[in-house]
C-alpha cells in the first residue's frame, strides 16, 4: 500500500470532519441565539401586551366606568377592594395579559416585581376614582401610577 495516498487520505478525511464539528458548532451557537432572542421577543412582546391592557383598564375606570364603589373584601377583615360595574372584555384582556406574563417570566425576576407593583398601583388609583369621584383622583396618584408604568416598561427591556 502506498503511504503517501493514506496519508493524503486520513487528511482529507481529518479535515472534512474538522470542517464539520466547526460547522456543527456555529450552527449550535447560532441556533442558541436564535432561540434566546425568540424568548426574549416574546417575553418583550408579553410586557408590552400586560402594560397595554393596564393603561386600557386606567382610561375606563378613570373615564368610563359610570360606578366605582369599594366594597369589603370576602377573606380579609377591614379590607375593602374596588368593583368596577361594566366589567368585560378590558378585564378579560388583562386577566390573559397577566397569565401570560407569568407563564413567561420566573417569579423572582425584576419583570415580575414591576408587575406586581403595577397591578398595585392600578388599585391605588380604582380605589381612589371610588372614594374622590371620576374627575378628582388625586394627581399624586396617577404621577405615581405612570411612574410604576415607567418603571415597569424599562425593566422588561
Not at 47 to 65: G, H, M, N, P
Not at 73 to 86: F, K, M
Not at 102 to 114: D, F, I, M, T
Amino acid at each position: 500500500m502506498n503511504l503517501s495516498l493514506l496519508i493524503g487520505t486520513v487528511g482529507a478525511l481529518a479535515g472534512v470532519g474538522l470542517g464539520s464539528w466547526l460547522s456543527a458548532r456555529a450552527q449550535r451557537g447560532l441556533f442558541i441565539e436564535n432561540r434566546r432572542e425568540a424568548m426574549r421577543q416574546t417575553q418583550l412582546d408579553a410586557c408590552i401586551t400586560f402594560l397595554e391592557a393596564y393603561r386600557k383598564l386606567t382610561r375606563f375606570v378613570l373615564d368610563d366606568a359610570d360606578e366605582v364603589t369599594l366594597v369589603r373584601h370576602p377573606a380579609v377583615e377591614g379590607r375593602t377592594y374596588p368593583q368596577i360595574e361594566d366589567e368585560g372584555p378590558l378585564f378579560e384582556e388583562r386577566d390573559a395579559a397577566e397569565a401570560r406574563l407569568r407563564a413567561l417570566v420566573s417569579g423572582e425576576s425584576p419583570v415580575r416585581l414591576a408587575a406586581g407593583a403595577l397591578a398595585a398601583a392600578y388599585f391605588d388609583m380604582a380605589r381612589a376614582r371610588a372614594q374622590f369621584g371620576r374627575d378628582h383622583v388625586p394627581s399624586q396618584i396617577l404621577r405615581d401610577l405612570r411612574a410604576v408604568e415607567d418603571h415597569f416598561f424599562s425593566s422588561s427591556l
